[in-house]
């Protein structure tokens, strides 16, 4: 029985700086407070699993190798500060005339839960009770539809997305300004009760 949580975290705009379609390591900026964030979440006891959208491999920007090339590297940046990450899921697709986010009828890009569902079964973990941060609403719809209390940053598009989200009327579990903000709250709450835990997610819909 699975009785592992996890904190699934976005990539771009939540760990590293979001300058686009990174397409090698030499682009990707990794916020310094990220490293201890991680660490903290780790030592909590969740496991930190990064969830990201990559369609750049389908848009033709980089090949699906030179992406699993820049995961290496960046899954060895976080092992060398004692930060090490369970696992990277991406969804590398995209769908001309698909509308805005390209999306299509792929069933691993957020907010679809598909990557969820396969870190869930391949790492075990339980869904239920993990958490989500990220910087998009579609990152807040993929952490309520995988039953996750979903976590959003102003870093990134989290300041843009939360304006959108609060006119689509959707309410984030919690707004912390960066992922070190973010890691803090999750940390705090993971000391509370486990009963207690559940009446949190309306309490903190937005940040004061």
């Known amino acids: 029985m699975n009785n592992k949580r996890a904190v699934f975290l976005d990539r771009d705009g939540t760990l590293s700086r979001?300058?686009?379609?990174?397409?090698?390591?030499?682009?990707?900026?990794?916020?310094?407070?990220?490293?201890?964030?991680?660490r903290r979440l780790r030592q909590a006891g969740l496991a930190p699993v990064v969830i990201t959208d990559q369609s750049g491999v389908g848009r033709g920007f980089?090949?699906?190798?030179?992406?699993?090339?820049?995961?290496?590297?960046?899954?060895?940046?976080f092992e060398s500060e004692r930060a090490p990450i369970d696992g990277i899921y991406y969804c590398p697709h995209y769908s001309?005339?698909?509308?805005?986010?390209?999306?299509?009828?792929?069933?691993?890009?957020?907010?679809?839960?598909?990557?969820?569902?396969?870190a869930a079964a391949e790492l075990g973990l339980e869904l239920p009770g993990s958490y989500m941060?990220?910087?998009?609403?579609?990152?807040?719809?993929?952490?309520?539809r995988i039953g996750a209390v979903p976590v959003l940053v102003l870093t990134g598009y989290g300041r843009?997305?939360?304006?959108?989200?609060?006119?689509?009327?959707?309410?984030?579990g919690h707004v912390a300004?960066?992922?070190?903000?973010?890691?803090?709250?999750?940390?705090?709450?993971?000391k509370r009760p486990r009963?207690?835990?559940?009446?949190?997610?309306?309490r903190n819909g937005e940040r004061p």
């Open 160 to 172: 843009r997305s939360l304006a959108d989200l609060r006119q689509s009327g959707i309410r984030p």
């Open 195 to 202: 009963g207690s835990v559940a009446t949190a997610r309306g």
């Open 133 to 144: 941060v990220g910087d998009k609403p579609c990152d807040i719809l993929f952490g309520l």
């Open 18 to 38: 979001d300058v686009g379609y990174p397409a090698d390591w030499s682009q990707v900026h990794i916020y310094p407070f990220a490293f201890e964030a991680v």
């Open 177 to 190: 300004e960066d992922l070190a903000a973010a890691a803090d709250w999750i940390v705090s709450r993971e």
């Open 96 to 118: 001309p005339g698909a509308g805005e986010d390209g999306i299509g009828d792929c069933a691993c890009a957020k907010p679809k839960p598909g990557l969820g569902v396969r």
């Open 62 to 77: 980089f090949s699906e190798e030179d992406l699993r090339i820049l995961h290496r590297e960046f899954s060895a940046a």
